[in-house]
């Protein structure tokens, strides 16, 4: 395929220096007159497919009314850049108050979203726009820049057509920390750690949980720390689909003779705020081809309990329109009622570690482990108990009638690069302890 030159629309693609340099100006004029100033980045959403579908002339128009539209709002034309073939960049000086960079935001997206009507055709065009706006402090150009595409980068995964990062909202450290992930997103820097999950009764393995984990300037930051950040913001959608996505390709990849093995990822519960996390699944079932009841999504209790219908809706369409299982996580810390919990729609319940680790030790412990798993035999759902930390308690759990152990005396959580090898040496040492013949 023919690549497109920077002209071939009429309007140059301006270079990064150019951009940066007219904005260093901007931004100087703005702070000498104590006045805010906004970046916007722009972007056609559906602009390939036009291309492709009604050639480059057409595609031509097309850009030229969008930056006619834009110069309409421009305060001078000189802040308009053209950034990528489908992609604009608007800078707003000058500006009384931050708030005003909502209100362009709002026009922006509504001018852009009137019809063009380019030839015989009347087209609707979706916008994403990504929104920086400077701060009290001064903000240098190169900062200003990423933020503005980082913005534009959560509108993408948004149902919004505009998302907005203002500069002194952050402490430092959580603003580098933000920068960093959405450089990481962008690059697919991060890994997927694997922990086994193990069939009481056989002793197999039978799923593992995948972790995503993140090694940033030679360190693992701890997932608890990087995930908290990333719900705060909409990287938790692109975050959820890289693991989503590497889970099933690692399961698609497995030998023939694995193919029975599962995987469970983890959802957050900022993934229920926006209509994607269906349409993530879906895809990536498609994607990789593997069998949906396969995979498992861990959707916490609390999650549940902070807005049951809403929860209970899309699992429902998870599990009856795609055929994927769901688990209900940490059972015991949501405080859900008998009467809430006969309305969530799971096909697991995971008992927390805080209840298990004293089962050994601690009557009470025992008594309402026990509890959890009658209550999950009798409404016909599969226990899996996490926290297993030796052999004793492993055995103990499967004399209780759990069906799944989870924990580090089975295997902490390992690089996928481990798992073959866990596979043939740790899975065949736990059976032969258990004395357990594996099936063939």
């Given at each position: 395929m023919t690549s497109l030159a920077a002209s071939d629309f009429g309007i140059d693609i301006t270079s990064q220096r150019d951009l940066l340099a007219t904005l260093e100006r901007?931004?100087?004029?703005?702070?000498?007159?104590?006045?805010?100033?906004?970046?916007?980045?722009c972007q056609i959403h559906e602009f390939r497919e036009l291309k492709v579908a009604h050639g480059y002339n057409f595609a031509n128009q097309v850009i030229r009314e969008t930056y006619e539209r834009l110069e309409d709002i421009a305060r001078e034309s000189s802040c308009i850049f053209r950034t990528g073939p489908c992609e604009f960049a608007l800078i707003l000086p000058f500006l009384a108050s931050p708030s005003i960079a909502e209100i362009a935001a709002n026009k922006i997206c509504n001018t852009l979203r009137e019809v063009y009507a380019i030839d015989s055709h009347s087209l609707h065009l979706e916008p994403k726009l990504g929104v920086a706006v400077s701060g009290e402090e001064a903000i240098d150009t190169g900062s200003l820049a990423l933020l503005s595409e980082e913005a534009l980068l959560k509108a993408k995964y948004s149902a919004d057509f505009f998302v907005i990062n203002h500069c002194d909202t952050l402490s430092q450290q959580d603003e580098d920390l933000d920068s960093a992930m959405w450089k990481a997103v962008e690059s697919s820097d991060f890994e997927l750690f694997l922990q086994p999950?193990?069939?009481?009764?056989s002793a197999n393995c039978i799923s593992f949980e995948s972790l995503i984990r993140w090694q940033h300037e030679g360190a693992y930051i701890s997932p608890e720390k990087f995930i908290t950040r990333a719900e705060k913001t909409e990287l938790i959608h692109p975050l959820t689909k890289w693991t989503i996505n590497n889970a099933l390709r690692q399961l698609a990849n497995l030998p023939s003779k694995l193919k029975k093995l599962g995987t469970s990822v983890n959802i957050s519960g900022a993934c229920f705020s926006q209509d994607v996390l269906v349409s993530q699944v879906a895809s990536a079932i498609e994607i990789w081809g593997v069998e949906p009841s396969k995979l498992t999504l861990e959707v916490t209790e609390t999650v549940f309990m902070e807005?049951?219908?809403?929860?209970?809706?899309?699992?429902?369409?998870?599990?009856?329109?795609?055929?994927?299982?769901?688990?209900?996580?940490?059972?015991?810390?949501?405080?859900s009622t008998f009467e809430s919990f006969k309305h969530i729609s799971a096909d697991e319940l995971k008992i927390d570690k805080s209840f298990v680790q004293g089962i050994m030790t601690d009557p009470q412990d025992k008594h309402i482990v026990q509890c959890m798993i009658d209550l999950a035999k009798g409404t016909g759902l599969e226990t899996v108990v996490e926290g297993v930390e030796s052999l004793?308690?492993?055995?103990?759990?499967?004399k209780m009638g759990a069906d799944i152990g989870q924990g580090y005396f089975i295997a902490k959580p390992f690089s996928e690069h481990h798992q073959q090898n866990w596979l043939e040496t740790k899975a065949r040492s736990l059976r032969a302890m258990l004395?357990?013949?594996?099936?063939n």
């Open positions: 901007h931004i100087k004029q703005s702070i000498a007159h104590q006045r805010y100033i906004a970046l916007v980045t999950q193990l069939c009481l009764k807005d049951l219908s809403r929860t209970h809706d899309i699992c429902a369409e998870l599990r009856d329109n795609i055929g994927v299982k769901i688990s209900i996580d940490d059972f015991g810390t949501g405080f004793e308690m492993l055995r103990e759990l499967s004395k357990i013949t594996p099936y």
